[in-house]
């Protein structure tokens, strides 16, 4: 790089300091390839690098004002946003791997044997106390809580006024209450 691409960086990157946005365009045309290099170098997937620059980028427009003209390379200050924005990404990709391979290991979510032996006693004497019932009030129960019907629905199958529907279902649920707490 000349003295003179030097100069006119370290102007650029003054001048965004500033929130100057056409220095800011221009940064990135004169930049924008090295930088894309760098963190192509770094994450080896072009979409991946290409996030980064932009990125990359975000941080120059927000620390630009911390850029200290020192007579060194202002390359030199870009490359090392670029390629620090590039290992972050990069570990960040693997920390997600191994959360994603931890992941697999843990057990599946569900009832643990004990939960299952319980509910399985449960069931039985809910069946149990169904089978207590009169046909038609146990058949009403099991079409109005299990199979999702109308109180309405009830009544017409079974001939009866909707209060009687009602009535039925309701000294059932009781019934069903006291028998569970035997």
């Not at 972050?88 to 391979?101: G, T, V």
Request: hydrophobic share 40%.
């Amino acid at each position: 790089m000349t003295a003179e691409q030097r100069d006119e960086i370290e102007a650029l990157i003054a001048q965004v300091a500033l929130g100057n946005q056409t220095a800011f365009s221009h940064l990135y045309e004169a930049t924008s390839g090295k930088l894309l290099a760098v963190c192509l170098r770094v994450l080896n997937e072009r979409a991946a690098a290409e996030d980064a620059m932009q990125e990359v980028y975000v941080k120059v427009w927000s620390k630009a004002d911390r850029y200290q003209v020192t007579g060194h390379s202002p390359m030199t200050w870009l490359i090392t946003i670029a390629r620090n924005t590039a290992i972050d990404r990069l570990r960040s990709r693997k920390i997600d791997r191994n959360i994603a391979d931890y992941s697999e290991r843990i057990a599946e979510p569900g009832p643990s044997p004990e939960q299952s032996a319980v509910a399985a006693s449960e069931s039985r004497r809910i069946v149990a106390c169904l089978d207590e019932l009169e046909a038609d009030r146990r058949a009403a129960i099991t079409g109005a809580y299990l199979d999702g019907k109308s109180y309405k629905d009830l009544s017409e199958q079974f001939a009866v006024p909707l209060n009687t529907m009602r009535t039925w279902l309701r000294r059932g649920l009781s019934d069903l209450r006291e028998c569970m707490s035997r």
